[in-house]
């Protein structure tokens, strides 16, 4: 019997979909890499179904490729042509808030905006959150690790789950739903699956931690003239203001070109490096202060307040930078170092590629309280090669200062090749053991996170 | 030859000790339930040295033990005779402090209030904060994923470590230095050595979080009558301070009987909860007008602020309640539950305890934003059956509420035999296959964590 049979006869038509009933959203992510239709797709509606389904591919020996919303930029939920695709979409919802605890039980394939406004309806905030929120679930988001613009107050994804259960290549369901904030019973095997990118398991339901949902925002767009000013404006902030939810740094071309291509100006000239700061909870008066007092510091030149919401729309229309969008073949880089290095990198790298690819356009904006930077390059309609060129660029400064080529995109297929850029020949075979361990037939998203040995 | 000549042969006699040159102190950790002294003590000074013994002892079939500063209450650190000791202590010292990255780098057996002096010299804080801060060293913290009493703010040690640097079993050397907040290039290596109490590898090095410091500090004591009440206060305080830094809750006998051993009295009555908040970093007209706000919503019937560091140390002095210690054979148990049901829990277990053990002190305080309660049980002059009864009657509650049996001490060999009331079998598989997948010789603290198949 062949696997889609034998899943099949399990599972059943509405459950399994081959042939021309393979919808065609399953063949790529957001990064638009991916080229083949599946073999398969599975769209399980319980846990039980997501452990009937890999039991049967593993007994195949049958690669399975996990999908959440599709909103990756890295190509890990792209299948090739022969994989078997599982799709979380229906196994969603909330099962769970406790208001007492503060957590919130999800399955994995609740898309993460349905899941913040439940939050909120209970009077809380989930603290993950990204721009694709509208698409993205919950699966997704744990499976990656996903980043997105609340990690300096909340951190990472990572630091926001408390349990987990996933189901292992061989159908096991490992439930740990843990919902306590202190809990050191043996190994946290929910760190294996967070982060792994759907190679050591699918994670099917999560327990999120929730924080009480903050009053009043005051946000400011600053003009500074020294990066070292930057790092101060930074710790001040981060020691002055009761809750710094956003410090969002762009460096003068980058900011120069989004603000024209919108058609805004905010300043009489533009300054080096211009920061959006934003506090969330406290007291006008208080901002108004801290920032009174950064001024007598000199750390900053030029503050404007946002008077209103659509003033605080205009400063963080920039640095969304929605016009990069029309420069051709943009490349968009996702890269982490450490912070006192950000700006000795990027004035480095953007001279690097500036000399072997005349007229190219660079610029850079950061989440500089994360640690990472995301660079825009464009060089016109290049080809592949090119490309990779570029990418190779970067990489090797990122890898001079012992930097991460993906702080928060993932790996997936597109950064595999350059894992070796960021982790040593030590940590890739450790890797490697880990996923021999738990897949051990090597069924679970081959080809993805590990390059190969 | 033998293990030993092996190793002494190698690394000298400097670095290993056996026989008579065996310090007493190698034979148990603060649970002082260790009864065996070690075939050898390694004191390597170097991460190389580390890496020989192990790959000396791998090749032996030889059981090794790390040790650090000896401070837990579990048995991690114990050896059985014949096992032989990796001592971290004189693999000492700050390599690096990072300011404008927040981060220090620290090798494992760096004393961690000597790490928190170092910290504090460059203005920063070290979140990474417990009792035993004088003599317990960042390896066992890292390994233990020690809590202590910033967690409600800054959280338990595994979310204030950004890199790692651990030794396997075969002496391969796994450096994941990593400075930065966000880095998603594979598996995340280092949250398999955090909170593994040694039985995966020997963590040699580490990259911790460093924050800003914070300037003041206020705290009060408030009476409450209902649990309701202190759940509705805490969700208020972390919503309406600035930076809340305490949290301690201490139930009537607790309170009753802390108080009259120090000879403290606060309020005209005991109220049936206790509460200690404080805050860091905020002014203290914040604070009292918080505490007003309190009293108008009729969540506190009584507080005291302190005025004086010694009214702050009045209040301390109760949570600490050295008085117990006066008790015939103290149990102190470290369990977490969901917040919701800590209350009903302490009652349950308060009851069943004192039905079965007529006359038995129970008493009961804990960090309730942590989910974590410590029951303080003395049934005078016990056997060894007796005390293991009551630990059972009090984990057979905790598994009730799918509670851990372990909130921040560790299962060691003490917990080992209830961990199954907090994992699943599922669960406890995986950690064996883990285990063999890093360990396959099995020589890493064996007899730890893991109760046997």
């Given at each position: 019997m062949t696997v889609v049979n034998a899943l099949t006869a399990e599972l059943?038509?509405?459950?399994?979909?081959?042939?021309?009933?393979?919808?065609?959203?399953?063949?790529?992510?957001?990064?638009?890499?991916?080229?083949?239709?599946?073999?398969?797709?599975?769209?399980?509606?319980?846990?039980?179904?997501?452990?009937?389904?890999?039991?049967?591919?593993?007994?195949?020996g049958q690669a399975v490729v996990p999908q959440g919303g599709m909103t990756g930029l890295a190509g890990g939920a792209n299948p090739r042509s022969g994989d078997v695709v599982i799709s979380l979409d229906r196994l969603a919802g909330i099962e769970d808030i406790d208001a007492a605890a503060g957590t919130m039980t999800a399955f994995a394939g609740t898309v993460l905006e349905v899941a913040q406004k439940a939050a909120e309806e209970a009077g809380f905030l989930l603290p993950i959150d990204l721009g694709a929120r509208g698409s993205c679930q919950i699966g997704g988001n744990l499976s990656t690790n996903a980043g997105g613009i609340r990690v300096i107050t909340h951190g990472v994804t990572r630091d926001n789950v408390l349990g987990l259960e996933a189901v292992l290549a061989d159908g096991t369901v490992i439930s740990s739903l843990n919902r306590m904030q202190k809990n050191n019973t043996g190994y946290d095997l929910k760190q294996l699956f967070i982060g792994s990118e759907g190679t050591l398991g699918i994670i099917t339901r999560?327990?999120?931690?929730?924080?009480?949902?903050?009053?009043?925002?005051?946000?400011?767009?600053?003009?500074?003239?020294?990066?070292?000013?930057?790092?101060?404006?930074?710790?001040?902030?981060?020691?002055?203001?009761?809750?710094?939810?956003?410090?969002?740094?762009?460096?003068?071309?980058?900011?120069?070109?989004?603000?024209?291509?919108?058609?805004?100006s905010f300043f009489e000239a533009d300054y080096p490096f211009t920061v959006i700061i934003e506090q969330s909870g406290g007291s006008d008066e208080a901002f108004e202060a801290f920032l009174g007092e950064m001024f007598e510091k000199e750390l900053i030149s030029d503050a404007l307040i946002a008077q209103s919401e659509k003033d605080r729309e205009r400063f963080w229309k920039v640095r969304e930078g929605a016009t990069f969008d029309s420069l051709p073949r943009l490349i968009n880089f996702d890269v982490s170092?450490?912070?006192?290095?950000?700006?000795?990198?990027?004035?480095?790298?953007?001279?690097?590629?500036?000399?072997?690819?005349?007229?190219?356009?660079?610029?850079?904006?950061?989440?500089?309280?994360?640690s990472n930077i995301h660079l825009c390059a464009s060089?016109?309609?290049?080809?592949?090669?090119?490309?990779?060129?570029?990418?190779?660029?970067?990489y090797e400064h990122v890898r001079q200062y012992q930097g991460s080529i993906s702080a928060e995109h993932g790996i997936g297929t597109l950064k595999r090749d350059y894992l070796p850029y960021s982790r040593s020949a030590e940590e890739l075979d450790l890797m490697r053991r880990i996923k021999a361990a738990l897949d051990p037939n090597g069924i679970m998203n081959p080809g993805k996170v590990l390059p190969v040995a």
């Open positions: 059943g038509e509405a459950i399994v979909l081959a042939g021309d009933r393979i919808p065609e959203k399953s063949r790529s992510d957001q990064s638009l890499s991916g080229k083949h239709l599946p073999l398969a797709v599975i769209r399980p509606t319980t846990v039980q179904q997501v452990a009937t389904a890999l039991r049967i591919c593993n007994a195949h999560a327990v999120l931690k929730l924080k009480p949902l903050p009053d009043g925002r005051a946000t400011a767009l600053c003009g500074l003239n020294r990066f070292e000013d930057v790092l101060a404006l930074l710790h001040e902030a981060r020691k002055g203001l009761s809750g710094l939810s956003a410090f969002e740094l762009m460096w003068e071309a980058y900011f120069r070109f989004s603000r024209e291509g919108e058609g805004l170092l450490p912070i006192g290095v950000l700006d000795q990198f990027a004035t480095e790298v953007t001279a690097s590629l500036e000399q072997e690819f005349p007229g190219i356009h660079v610029s850079v904006f950061g989440h500089v309280a994360d060089a016109g309609e290049i080809d592949e090669a090119t490309e990779h060129r570029i990418d190779t660029v970067v």
